[in-house]
């Protein structure tokens, strides 16, 4: 192992990009599986896996879809995250930030209660057993009418301290930020923090980001990296300090490559991007390899990837003695 590779395993990490669902790896699928009595087409987990072959966004959430269909109880929830919590704590990931999208269950009748209440346990228990801090974001699926985002919306408040912030995935072709313009109105008024996403190379993304910052005043862009080919944009979410989610794996599925220059572009004009995973179980790899795949593709210096954690540190949503134990700790590493 090189002294990089050493620093890069060790260095504190965040997490501020990974959809829960998108960590369901193919060996927890068939358990869950055999526990729900649900029959998967597939004869083991290896050939679940090979089977992945997405190359654009509506390809890979078929799949995504599809996976979440053996997730039916609290403990299923639980287990879920629990597993990913694990890996990430093993990757030295100090606090992270998880979607989770409830109309991909509530849709198919399971209880948004079942949902949370999964999620939380297992929060609770990464905090104490893992030193794992851990917030949930809600998503809404930006391909369903904004009625069912805002039912959603209000089905969440009984349960508004046990989530921080609402995010909008899924489908963005035809689906802008606009569409949802009430319901992330609403969603400030209620306390939640906002992000959404403007994923990578999508038709209108320049548009669309700007309408996240113009009109939904969002706290925070996920992907968003078009946002290069608009200098006025880019000047805005500098003085802003938006902090922009970047994926790199998952840019190599669904784009024509990692969007690593790109990412260093934005680090190096001062944006506060960070390098996270999105999902996974699907693209096959975590933070730790995200962090590897652009380092490489680069020769990222040991500077650099400490200035991802600290713009990771800046952009997210933990309480601000969270901020300094993290921050202490990378300032230990240089
Ligand atoms: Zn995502």
């Given amino acids: 192992m090189s002294d990089l590779d050493d620093f890069l395993l060790k260095l504190p990490k965040i997490e501020l990009h990974l959809h829960i669902e998108g960590t369901l790896e193919p060996e927890l699928r068939f358990r869950l599986a055999e526990r729900n009595n649900i029959e998967l087409p597939y004869s083991s987990a290896a050939e679940l896996r090979a089977s992945y072959d997405f190359d654009d966004l509506p390809s890979f959430l078929t799949g995504y879809y599809d996976g979440m269909r053996v997730l039916r109880t609290e403990q299923d929830f639980y287990d879920l995250a629990w597993a990913y919590f694990e890996k990430a704590a093993g990757q030295n990931v100090r606090y992270t930030e998880i979607f989770f999208d409830p109309q991909a269950h509530t849709g198919r009748g399971v209880a948004f209660d079942t949902v949370i209440r999964g999620l939380r346990r297992a929060q609770l228990d990464g905090r104490r057993l893992l030193h794992l801090h851990v917030q949930l974001i809600m998503c809404f699926l930006r391909d369903y009418q904004p009625e069912f985002a805002m039912a959603t919306l209000l089905e969440s408040l009984p349960y508004r301290e046990w989530i921080v912030g609402v995010g909008l995935d ?138 991802l954690q600290r713009n990771a540190v800046e952009s997210c949503w933990a309480p601000p003695a969270v901020k300094d134990r993290i921050s202490a700790e990378l300032d230990r590493l240089c």
């Fill in 170 to 307: 899924s489908d963005e072709r035809g689906n802008p930020p606009r569409k949802f313009a009430e319901v992330f109105h609403r969603a400030r008024e209620e306390g939640y923090l906002l992000t959404m996403h403007c994923d990578v190379d999508q038709e209108n993304t320049t548009e669309h980001i700007r309408q996240c910052l113009h009109e939904i005043e969002v706290d925070r862009i996920d992907h968003g990296v078009n946002i290069l080919t608009d200098p006025e944009l880019l000047a805005e979410a500098r003085r802003r300090r938006i902090g922009l989610t970047a994926c790199p794996i998952s840019n190599g599925w669904v784009s024509d490559g990692l969007k690593a220059p790109e990412i260093k572009r934005l680090l190096d004009a001062g944006l506060k991007v960070t390098v996270n995973s999105d999902d996974p179980a699907y693209f096959g790899g975590y933070v730790s390899e995200n962090l590897a795949a652009v380092q490489r593709a680069l020769e990222l210096t040991r500077h650099d990837l400490v200035r």
